[in-house]
């Protein structure tokens, strides 16, 4: 089945305590992103990746790093996250970058 | 002005009635149109996918491009209390990436 999986789903952590998102796709996509929505905001793009090793940031992309050492994996990271991260993040892949996303079912992260 | 104007809802109507969801956009340069449905706690399915003008028929679903008047439409027939979800648009130029409006919550009651 083609998916995109992300990990955790929900996660409740304190002000600069380092943490990773996880995502993987099983269809092969060279284009991955990584987005956060918040209410009345809806999706904004953080970063994206065309292939493997290359990265970009996308309209949000402050507070935050990715990388893209294999074609299935893109982790997103949060160094020293802070409470204006609080947000659900979903991870997405696709075979380009203005072609339809496959979405993961999303991380809702909560930062005390 | 953003790229894409999305009403937010709540759209609440009852079962068997035909709903219409609507995007402007002011980006004439667009020329891929989504429409996603989004459930609680899930993420965002595609739905329809229509390049240029036209309509695009899918069971109980049509997608509608109007590329003159920047305005896209998802119609849904005879709603189903499971189609109660946020229905989100999107589109691109291909090249770019994709641009979504911030959804309509539809709830459609018995």
């Known amino acids: 089945e083609a998916q995109v999986t992300q990990n955790p789903r929900y996660l409740i952590t304190v002000t600069g305590k380092k943490l990773t998102v996880t995502c993987s796709q099983n269809?092969?996509?060279?284009?991955m992103s990584w987005y956060r929505q918040d209410p009345g905001l809806g999706l904004r793009q953080i970063y994206y990746s065309m292939n493997v090793e290359v990265t970009d940031k996308g309209d949000v992309p402050e507070g935050y790093k990715v990388s893209r050492k294999e074609k299935r994996n893109f982790p997103l990271i949060l160094e020293s996250p802070s409470p204006n991260q609080t947000s659900l993040y979903f991870c997405?892949?696709?075979?380009?970058?203005?072609?339809?996303?496959?979405f993961g079912d999303g991380t809702r992260l909560s930062i005390l | 002005q953003k790229e894409v104007e999305q009403d937010p809802g709540p759209l609440s109507v009852p079962e068997g009635a035909i709903v219409s969801l609507n995007c402007t956009y002011s980006?004439?340069?667009?020329?891929?149109f989504m429409w996603y449905r989004q459930y609680s706690r899930k993420g965002p399915e595609l739905l329809m996918y229509t390049y240029s003008s036209g309509n695009k028929e899918d069971g109980r679903f049509t997608a509608q491009v109007d590329k003159s008047s920047k305005y896209i439409s998802l119609f849904i027939r005879d709603s189903q209390p499971s189609d109660s979800a946020t229905y989100l648009c999107a589109m691109s130029n291909n090249t770019d990436k994709l641009i979504f409006g911030t959804g309509t919550r539809l709830q459609v009651f018995p």
């Open positions: 980006n004439s340069a667009f020329q891929y």
């Open positions: 269809m092969n996509h060279e284009y």
């Open positions: 997405a892949s696709s075979v380009g970058r203005g072609q339809p996303q496959h």
